[in-house]
């Protein structure tokens, strides 16, 4: 029996102009056209054959591939090249499972970047893996850094943005800082991470003073930024111990400016005071 192209793109839930395109690609072919309307009519095989082609494409086999798999393959080719897209959908079934859990992560890192914006606490810094790509305004001219850059945003969200503050510098208030990418710890071995790979470093998690900053549009990052925290430091008997790394939480793009917001993490120590008495130092701890 005949079928017109409507009623069988009403029985496959596509539209008649999708039946018409699957046989201009050579999937099916018309059994009859009416000379008069010029209705097509088609066999309950070319339905059968358009039902095996979705299934494919619902796979993700390209039409192409489809084709091949549905009028020349064998069974044990059919086998292998499912088996091949089982790999690749198992693959992309752990790259959302990793996407689940940076939507976790990412919920909680926004939530406390607002609560913590020029605020101050101690707490365990993440640990992670990052490397610089860029010292103020000027990006490193290093092929393998830049190569690394474009691999690593494709990544992202599992990839941050990071800055990187030295010491010296937030003592001082200068205006330097550098930027980078960094991944956590925890998703190293996922994204296959190489630790050796030039310029990586690893940052070990470790106590420090967390806060959140802001800079505005046409504010470049520096380290006056965290007058806040050496007056913390201060005020708890603190003081600086380290360079401090930070996450680049989000950009927030208003009518008139934009706004970029960042987690930061300032390592330190205890105060050391040296008071002198008949010969006597006395440390205080």
Known sequence: MAYKIGEVAKLLGISSETVRYYEREGVI????IDQGSGYRYYEALDINALMRVRMYRNYGFTLQEAKEMLNFCTLEDIAKRLEDKKR???????????????????INIHRSASEMLWKCQIEESPAMYRFCYQIQDQLIGDPEIQKRVQIWTEKM??????????KDDILAGNKN???GLCVMEEDADFL????Q????????S??????AISAQAGELLHCGLFQHVLQYMDAHQLELAGDAIGRTVSTLHRSTTQERIHQVWLPFSKKTSDFSSGGLTLKAL
């Open 88 to 106: 690749e959908l198992q693959a992309a079934v752990d790259w959302n499972k990793r996407l689940l859990a940076c939507a976790d992560r990412m």
């Open 206 to 211: 470790q106590r420090c003073i967390y806060t």
């Open 157 to 166: 969200p599992v990839v941050m943005p990071t800055p990187l503050f030295a």
């Open 29 to 32: 072919q018309s059994q009859k």
């Open 177 to 179: 800082f550098a930027l």
């Open 197 to 204: 790979a030039r310029g990586m470093e690893y940052v070990p």
């Open 192 to 195: 296959c991470l190489d630790p």
